[in-house]
């Protein structure tokens, strides 16, 4: 079946302006999650995703970032005016029960 | 919340021989510990995963083992190949009644198997 998606696979965009972007998960997962990967770095968890739940936005890294998912199904990631210190891949995973499923990313280069 | 370390940052090895990966966590209620694998340009990859309630569980060339007294969890890798050359990282997370909970990454560690 269809894996995580996400949309787009890269995106160049100038400082100050916002983006959005999309991850599909798995159909069925009720679960979803963002996370931050910078060049040769580790994963950092932004927001977790559960079913109806409240998200877990603890990893957040300011104000500037919010994320909804919409109809417990897709879901954008959205910053607000970038910095240049937003440049990483953005992942995307969702579960059913404990497995992580990632998606292949969201390469933003802020110039 | 949950702290996850991971060592070492970067392992080389020679083709065939052994590579072992350790984590600790800091939270005793976390009962799950997946491994994933990311190659380069890659998204990550579950390979292998423990629960608390098993102290060693093994695939092919690849083994995982918890102590749960000493909070740490290894992964062991046996007669290494290039195609094991990858970036590895370390998980934990609590999960009851079926429930999802966020997992708390290490920092991963980088292998290099050289032919």
């Known amino acids: 079946g269809a894996g995580v998606s996400q949309s787009p696979s890269n995106k160049v965009t100038e400082k100050g302006k916002d983006v959005e972007l999309r991850c599909d998960p798995i159909s069925g997962h009720t679960a979803l999650y963002w996370y931050r990967q910078s060049l040769g770095q580790g994963l950092e968890f932004l927001i977790y995703?559960?079913?109806?739940?409240?998200?877990?936005k603890s990893g957040l890294p300011s104000d500037r970032f919010s994320a909804e998912r919409t109809g417990g199904s897709v879901s954008t990631l959205t910053i607000q005016r970038t910095q240049q210190e937003d440049s990483a891949v953005y992942l995307c995973?969702?579960?059913?029960?404990?497995?992580?499923?990632f998606g292949p990313g969201t390469r933003l280069t802020v110039t | 919340g949950e702290n996850v370390e991971q060592h070492p940052s970067t392992l080389s090895v020679q083709e065939g021989d052994s590579a072992v990966i350790k984590c600790t966590y800091s939270d005793s209620a976390s009962n799950y510990f997946p491994w994933y694998k990311q190659e380069l340009g890659k998204r990550p990859q579950l390979i292998i995963d423990?629960?608390?309630?098993?102290g060693e569980k093994k695939d092919q060339r690849i083994a995982v083992t918890l102590n749960k007294t000493a909070k740490h969890f290894s992964l062991h890798i046996t007669e290494t190949q290039p195609e094991d050359s990858a970036v590895y990282f370390c998980a934990a997370s609590r999960a009851s009644g079926g429930s999802n909970y966020k997992l708390t990454f290490g920092k991963g560690t980088l292998l290099t198997v050289n032919p």
């Open positions: 995973a969702s579960s059913s029960l404990q497995e992580q499923y």
């Open positions: 995703f559960q079913g109806n739940s409240a998200p877990d």
């Open positions: 423990i629960r608390s309630n098993v």
